[in-house]
């Protein structure tokens, strides 16, 4: 097979990537990554049937460009790949399984690296899955690092990420300054809502008037204009939100800021009020659980669960019925059940029940009970 292999030409894709994560600040941009590999593959004799380009990170499955890279492989468009270093390819354990995995197939003949020696042999994917180890490792102990920073910040009184309108993230510090100029407007607009009578499109209508306004953005590869007022979705998340009183919010829980608050913790409770009051009541679904939920299992392995429907005629009469069918969960087996009637389900249930009786002793201790 070796020697079969040997005959086959090796054709590769050019594959660079750079993602906008903090552990890729140091990586060669994509224009320097294409220039360093041409120039690599020159001297090397190495033929490139295609430049694939990826703006995205490897931590996790289901890179685009990457995907259709192994497919395109996979079709016999190429046999090789040509990146800067293997952490280029991957930075989790399902896309390193994937390229070793294709390796061992021979669908996948070769990898060339500028910086790292590989080479298809069983030491050559040894080393190369240690590689790939390592570039997770380095991912995982960096995710723990940041989580460990932000927990420091939410310690000191620091809200991390993006300040609200009306505050500024002053870079020199890394804390969030008042902003002299939007925070009274800010400010105002809540004591506008407070008053009762005006609506979120009111108080979005005034911030417009006062030169807050939506800013561009790129959504999906393409860049909405900005210049309009805000939404009502936006307004109430301004005025829900308690960093404007000097405290944050950070994964579900309110924290005491080490900022300056700009609105008075009565003021913010007054407008809470009515957002309470005019907002949608929520309602919770009713779960009302039937009686055999939980205790009745179909042949397939799989819980039953019931259904209530109900019939209304044209005479007025309303009838209620209550039918119990298989979940239909599993992956394994197809079910073919159909649903039963609860009285017919009962009648069932009864009828197995008579081979059973309790002892005489159990039965007059639960009379006692």
Request: proline share 4%; with cysteine; charged share 30%.
């Amino acid at each position: 097979m070796k020697g079969l292999l040997a005959n086959i030409p090796l054709v590769y894709f050019l594959y660079v990537r750079k993602s906008t994560d903090v552990e890729d600040k140091q990586v060669l941009s994509i224009a320097a990554q294409i220039a360093e590999l041409k120039e690599f593959a020159a001297r090397m004799g190495i033929y490139i049937v295609d430049v694939i380009i990826e703006k995205q990170t490897a931590k996790k499955p289901g890179r685009k460009e990457f995907n259709k890279m192994l497919a395109r492989i996979e079709a016999g468009e190429a046999n090789g790949i040509l990146a800067w270093l293997p952490d280029r390819l991957s930075r989790n354990s399902v896309d390193s399984g994937k390229i070793i995995y294709m390796l061992d197939e021979h669908v996948l003949l070769d990898l060339k690296f500028p910086h790292f020696w590989f080479e298809n042999t069983p030491q050559g994917k040894y080393m190369l899955a240690n590689e790939f180890n390592s570039s997770k490792q380095y991912v995982d102990n960096l995710s723990l690092n940041t989580k460990r920073g932000l927990r420091e910040k939410v310690r000191r009184g620091e809200m991390p990420g993006v300040v609200p309108v009306g505050y500024i993230n002053d870079v020199r510090t890394k804390t969030a300054k008042v902003d002299k100029r939007l925070a009274p407007i800010v400010c105002e607009a809540f004591e506008l809502y407070a008053r009762g009578d005006k609506r979120l499109d009111e108080i979005a209508d005034f911030l417009y008037t006062k030169g807050i306004k939506t800013k561009s953005r790129k959504v999906g590869g393409e860049r909405k204009a900005g210049g309009k007022p805000y939404s009502r979705n936006r307004v109430t998340r301004i005025l829900n939100n308690p960093f404007y009183y000097g405290h944050f919010r950070y994964v579900g829980e309110v924290y005491e800021g080490s900022h300056k608050g700009i609105v008075s913790k009565r003021l913010f409770d007054q407008v809470q009020t009515v957002l309470e009051r005019r907002g949608k009541p929520r309602r919770k679904a009713k779960n009302e659980p039937k009686p055999l939920c939980g205790l009745v299992y179909c042949s397939c392995g799989m819980m039953y669960t019931a259904e209530t429907h109900t019939k209304r005629q044209k005479n007025g009469n309303v009838h209620t019925y209550v039918y119990y069918r298989c979940t239909r969960k599993s992956k394994t087996v197809v079910c073919r059940e159909p649903h039963i009637r609860a009285e017919e389900l009962d009648k069932q249930l009864s009828a197995l029940l008579l081979c059973y009786a309790m002892p005489a002793a159990w039965a007059d201790k639960l009379r006692e009970l």
